[in-house]
């Protein structure tokens, strides 16, 4: 993959700064030293394959095409309404038939992004997670944020950064938080995959 890099599409903008450095950490974790990571992205409706009115998958997916220097893409997204073992698939075989020339993953985080933080939040300074499932429950912004000083919030754009370079992965791979293993898998399809023409994960 010399010369190329990959990229990294987000919905939030706190997961723009965060995502980089958690994903760059990950990858060098499970031994991947070949896909060096651009800065996030920013683009909307990555739930929808095509958005209503801005945005969607395909045109994130065609966006990257035409970058001569990307060697694999990653979308990264919260989804807390939808099924990530529905949509996911879904959306990779609508990703598979673009043929895109470098590989791609799909991965969703259920509900949302800071689900990550939760087999690590002593570490970070809250109360240990006080549910029995680390993916049944909406609401971990709100969370978190009632644990806090009374007048303070949990704000993405402030603290998300910050409590990712906090997380542990060894925790995480204890945990079995679902999400967290879809996106080592995904991470590993990319590096197996490099220079190959429409590969996709998740696989059919």
Same mark, same amino acid.
């Given at each position: 993959?010399?010369?190329?890099?990959?990229?990294?599409?987000?919905?939030?903008?706190?997961?723009?700064?965060?995502?980089?450095?958690?994903?760059?950490?990950?990858?060098?974790?499970?031994?991947?030293?070949?896909?060096?990571?651009?800065?996030?992205?920013?683009?909307?409706?990555?739930?929808?394959?095509?958005?209503?009115?801005?945005?969607?998958?395909?045109?994130?997916?065609?966006?990257?095409?035409?970058? +001569?220097? $990307?060697?694999? *893409? @990653?979308?990264?997204?919260? &989804?807390?309404?939808?099924? #990530?073992?529905?949509?996911?698939?879904?959306?990779?075989?609508?990703?598979?038939?673009?043929?895109?020339?470098? +590989?791609? $993953?799909?991965? *969703? @985080?259920?509900?949302?992004? &800071?689900?990550?933080?939760? #087999?690590?939040?002593?570490?970070?300074?809250?109360?240990?997670?006080?549910?029995?499932?680390?993916?049944?429950?909406?609401?971990?912004?709100?969370? @978190?944020?009632?644990?806090?000083?009374?007048?303070?919030?949990?704000?993405?754009?402030?603290?998300?950064?910050?409590?990712?370079?906090?997380?542990?992965?060894?925790?995480?791979?204890?945990?079995?938080?679902?999400?967290?293993?879809?996106?080592?898998?995904?991470?590993?399809?990319?590096?197996?995959?490099?220079?190959?023409?429409?590969?996709?994960?998740?696989?059919?």
């Amino acid at each position: 993959m010399a010369g190329k890099k990959g990229y990294l599409l987000v919905e939030g903008h706190g997961e723009v700064e965060a995502a980089q450095n958690f994903i760059t950490r990950l990858s060098h974790d499970i031994g991947i030293y070949d896909i060096p990571w651009s800065k996030p992205l920013r683009w909307t409706n990555l739930h929808q394959w095509q958005g209503h009115k801005s945005g969607g998958v395909m045109a994130g997916a065609e966006f990257i095409r035409t970058k +001569p220097d $990307a060697g694999a *893409l @990653l979308i990264l997204r919260d &989804e807390d309404n939808q099924c #990530p073992k529905e949509l996911a698939p879904q959306i990779a075989r609508q990703l598979r038939m673009l043929k895109l020339p470098f +590989p791609t $993953a799909y991965v *969703l @985080l259920h509900p949302e992004y &800071e689900v990550l933080f939760l #087999p690590c939040l002593e570490q970070m300074g809250f109360p240990s997670w006080d549910r029995d499932s680390w993916e049944a429950r909406r609401g971990i912004k709100e969370w @978190l944020s009632g644990k806090l000083p009374k007048g303070r919030s949990y704000k993405p754009t402030v603290q998300q950064f910050a409590l990712t370079r906090k997380l542990d992965f060894s925790m995480l791979r204890v945990a079995d938080v679902p999400c967290f293993g879809s996106l080592e898998r995904g991470l590993r399809f990319l590096s197996d995959h490099s220079g190959q023409t429409g590969k996709v994960y998740p696989v059919e």
